[in-house]
T-cell receptor
Framework: DAMVIQNPRYQVTQFGKPVTLSCSQTLNHNVMYWYQQKSSQAPKLLFH???????NEADTPDNFQSRRPNTSFCFLDIRSPGLGDAAMYLC??????????????FGPGTRLTVT | AQTVTQSQPEMSVQEAETVTLSCTYDTSESDYYLFWYKQPPSRQMILVIR??????QNATENRFSVNFQKAAKSFSLKISDSQLGDAAMYFC????????FGTGTRLQVFP
């Protein structure tokens, strides 16, 4: 089945130690998103790639970066995680263009713990 | 600014009964999409139902239907014949160039 896959599902990192979260998709969608979701809150968009074009949200901290080496994969890098970065990180994809419904397909998320 | 408001932080319903979750939004756009997403505890966010703003007919997906009032900027979700598996956080969302979520409504379903 076509899907959005996130690895790992659970990640524990130490304060200040760089960490990378990965997302892959078999949907061949041209847009990939990274969201941060804290407990009982709505997902907050960090950035997205429209094909190879990177779009950063204005309030996304510089500590967060992303890479999209090809259509299928996208990575979220947190350079120096702080305690406040502990959250669920959701990857999503969509197909945008003519006749797009703008529906986003979400992965299962990676729960990041910072110790 | 584009905003989505869900005024019910929590709702509860008895199994087999019907429940309606409210959502209002604000936009100056005329062409957009509205969604209801379901996020069960510790599980994946999935799309429940989608509505195109240019369509007057309310969307329906099995037990899930919406009441879309474009002039009032209202987009409520009705769940009929509620099941235990419907218990989840429900997010209303609005999309023009990016997805804007409401704060969510936690739905509890009692046997």
């Amino acid at each position: 089945d076509a899907m959005v896959i996130q690895n790992p599902r659970y990640q524990v990192t130490q304060f200040g130690k760089p960490v990378t979260l990965s997302c892959s998709q078999t949907l061949n969608h041209n847009v990939m998103y990274w969201y941060q979701q804290k407990s009982s809150q709505a997902p907050k968009l960090l950035f997205h790639y429209y094909d190879k074009d990177f779009n950063n949200e204005a309030d996304t901290p510089d500590n967060f970066q992303s890479r999209r080496p090809n259509t299928s994969f996208c990575f979220l890098d947190i350079r120096s995680p702080g305690l406040g970065d502990a959250a669920m990180y959701l990857c999503a994809t969509s197909r945008e263009g003519p006749e797009s419904s703008y529906e986003q397909y979400f992965g299962p998320g990676t729960r990041l713990t910072v110790t | 600014a584009q905003t989505v408001t869900q005024s019910q932080p929590e709702m509860s319903v008895q199994e087999a009964e019907t429940v309606t979750l409210s959502c209002t939004y604000d936009t100056s756009e005329s062409d957009y999409y509205l969604f209801w997403y379901k996020q069960p505890p510790s599980r994946q966010m999935i799309l429940v139902i989608r509505q195109e703003a240019y369509k007057q007919q309310n969307a329906t997906e099995n037990r899930f239907s919406v009441n879309f009032q474009k002039a009032a900027k209202s987009f409520s979700l009705k769940i009929s014949d509620s099941q235990l598996g419907d218990a989840a956080m429900y997010f209303c969302a609005f999309n023009t160039d990016k997805l804007i979520f409401g704060t969510g409504t936690r739905l509890q379903v009692f046997p």
